[in-house]
C-alpha cells in the first residue's frame, strides 16, 4: 500500500467479548476496524494501513465502554471528559 505505514495496535482486555479501534482515520466508526483476539486470548490485535498523520483513536469495548490505550505515549483531551490516545 503506497503512502500509507503499518500500525499495530494491542489491547489487552481478557473479559471483552469484542473490541474495535474507531478514531479520526474512520470518522469514529467500528464497523471494518474490529480487533481479533490473539491465541492466548487476553490481548486483541489490529493492523491499520494508514497515510502518515496525526489521529487521534481509541478502543470500543463490548459496543459501548471507549478506553483510550494505555500503551500510547501520548493522549489529549476529547472535549467529553475523557481523553483519546494519539498516533
Known sequence: ???RVPVVLNLR???ARSVAVVGTFNDWRASG???????EGSVWTVTLWLPEGRYEYAFLVDG???VADPLAPLHQDDGFGSQ???L
Not at 476496524?33 to 491465541?39: A, K, L, N, T, V
Open 1 to 3: 500500500m503506497t503512502g
Open 13 to 15: 482486555m481478557p473479559d
Open 64 to 66: 459501548g465502554i471507549t
Open 33 to 39: 476496524y474490529e480487533m481479533h483476539r490473539g491465541s
Open 84 to 86: 483519546n490516545a494519539v
